[in-house]
C-alpha cells in the first residue's frame, strides 16, 4: 500500500520556523514536492526535489526562506519553513511520483500521482 504521511503542521508567530516530514512508503519515488492550498485559492507549488542527485526547486515566494531535503535512509522528504509569515498559512500537502520530473512538470499538480493528507500550518501576526 502507497503511503505518504505528512506530520510536523501547527500554530507558529510570524517570523518562527516548522519542519514539516513526508514519510513514504509502499513504492520507490523519483520525485517529491510539496504544496499548498490557502482557503479558496488554488493548490500551489511551494518546492520540489528529485530523489536521485537532491536537485531542488523553489516558488519564488519562499526561496531563501524554505528548504527542501530528504533522508535516503529514513525514505522522507522535509520543509524547514523559516521566516514565516501569515501568508504562508495554508494546508500543506506532500505529493509524488515515480517520474522523473523536469523543471517544466515539477511545479505541476497534474505531474503527481500520490498525496499525502495535508498538514495545517498557521502563522499569526
Known amino acids: 500500500q502507497v503511503q505518504l504521511v505528512e506530520s510536523g503542521g501547527g500554530l507558529v508567530q510570524a517570523g518562527g520556523s516548522l519542519r514539516l516530514s513526508c514519510a513514504a512508503s509502499?513504492?520507490?519515488?523519483?520525485?517529491f514536492a510539496w504544496f499548498r492550498q490557502a482557503p479558496g485559492k488554488d493548490r500551489d507549488f511551494v518546492a520540489g526535489?528529485?530523489?536521485?542527485?537532491?536537485?531542488?526547486y523553489y516558488a519564488d515566494s519562499v526561496k531563501g526562506r524554505f528548504t527542501i531535503s530528504r533522508d535516503n535512509a529514513k525514505n522522507t522528504v522535509y520543509l524547514q519553513m523559516n521566516s514565516l509569515k501569515p501568508e504562508d498559512t495554508a494546508v500543506y500537502y506532500c505529493?509524488?511520483?515515480?517520474?522523473?520530473?523536469?523543471?517544466?512538470?515539477?511545479?505541476?499538480?497534474?505531474?503527481?500521482?500520490?498525496w499525502g493528507q495535508g498538514t495545517q500550518v498557521t502563522v499569526s501576526s
Open positions: 505529493a509524488a511520483t515515480p517520474a522523473i520530473r523536469s523543471t517544466a512538470t515539477m511545479k505541476a499538480v497534474v505531474s503527481y500521482d500520490y
Open positions: 526535489i528529485r530523489w536521485s542527485g537532491g536537485v531542488t
Open positions: 509502499g513504492r520507490t519515488f523519483s520525485s
